[in-house]
């Protein structure tokens, strides 16, 4: 007895999405549980998390998951086109993540490097440590956003492939 179901591309793409933005939603709290709380404590002297030559530097990880996840997204996208209720979803779904994108790209990247510039120091400096922690502040929204966009995207497996003009 066979009780298997093909899904068609459309679905199966858009089934991918949604893994690789959990696989990306899971690094986010994996950095933010662990990494920005240890940083963000007491800057300049938490700063030494990015001294040379062992500091941390994640910007490379962070450009290859968001590309990964982001082609496989519009994959999806293009798979799903046809389907009109899914296409407007998937649209406003990638609306609302490239508007979280820019955002990082203004101001949550140039902010933290400037940490990383700075130079290590045993002293905790208040104005840095305020700085550090609004940038903390913001990021739990930052993460919060793109999951609110995952468990958005994943209402599109309920929209119906048939009769959908």
Not at 17 to 45: D, R
Request: hydrophobic residues 50%; aromatic residues 16%.
């Amino acid at each position: 007895m066979e009780n298997t179901h093909q899904y068609s591309k459309a679905t199966q793409w858009l089934f991918c999405s949604i893994c690789a933005y959990f696989i990306m939603n899971g690094a986010q709290v994996w950095e933010t549980a662990l990494m920005v709380p240890a940083w963000t404590a007491a800057p300049p002297s938490s700063l030494i998390f990015f001294q040379k030559p062992y500091g941390l530097d994640f910007k490379v990880f962070w450009i290859i998951v968001h590309g990964i996840h982001e082609i496989i997204f519009i994959t999806a996208l293009i798979f799903n086109w046809k389907i009109k209720k899914r296409r407007r979803l998937i649209v406003l779904v990638l609306v609302g993540h490239i508007a979280v994108r820019v955002w990082t790209l203004m101001y949550f990247a140039p902010t933290i490097m400037e940490f990383k510039r700075m130079p290590y120091s045993n002293t905790v400096n208040i104005f840095l440590q305020e700085k550090a922690a609004q940038w903390r502040n913001l990021n739990y929204v930052r993460v919060a956003i793109f999951f609110v966009l995952n468990f958005l995207l994943i209402s599109g497996l309920k929209i119906k492939e048939k009769n959908n003009e």
